[in-house]
Nanobody
Framework: QVQLVESGGGLVQAGGSLRLSCAAS????????MGWFRQAPGKEREFVAGIRWSGGSTVYADSVKGRFTISRDNAKNTVYLQMNSLKPEDTAEYYC?????????????????WGQGTQVTVSS
């Protein structure tokens, strides 16, 4: 059974930075892809960034491109989301997820396991 545990959320002023972590356990993740999604109140869950565990290919939503960076630490089975130049519209619950196919999908339906989420609030 795969377990994902997010951490690192919090309250930050606009223009600030946060780094989210997603610790994964339960399987060998080297053939999978990992994604970060977010969901603001009253809105659909949306893709933020994804990374292939093998090779490290990445993809980003246009709204965060140039501000957010996804990375992984193979030794720690952990995926990170470095968020810089945060804006109030980045406020949301952030979730990490695993896609067992290893393809860099951006649609949430392709992801098989999800973490519990971590709240990010950006004040103006």
């Amino acid at each position: 059974q795969v377990q994902l545990v997010e951490s690192g959320g919090g309250l930050v002023q606009a223009g600030g930075s946060l780094r989210l972590s997603c610790a994964a356990s339960g399987r060998t993740f080297r053939s999978y892809s990992m994604g970060w999604f977010r969901q603001a109140p009253g809105k659909e869950r949306e893709f933020v960034a994804g990374i292939r565990w093998s090779g490290g290919s990445t993809v980003y939503a246009d709204s965060v491109k140039g501000r957010f960076t996804i990375s992984r630490d193979n030794a720690k089975n952990t995926v990170y989301l470095q968020m810089n130049s945060l804006k109030p519209e980045d406020t949301a619950e952030y979730y990490c997820a695993v896609d067992l196919s290893g393809v860099l999908h951006t649609a949430s339906l392709y992801y098989h396991y999800w973490g519990q989420g971590t709240q990010v609030t950006v004040s103006s």
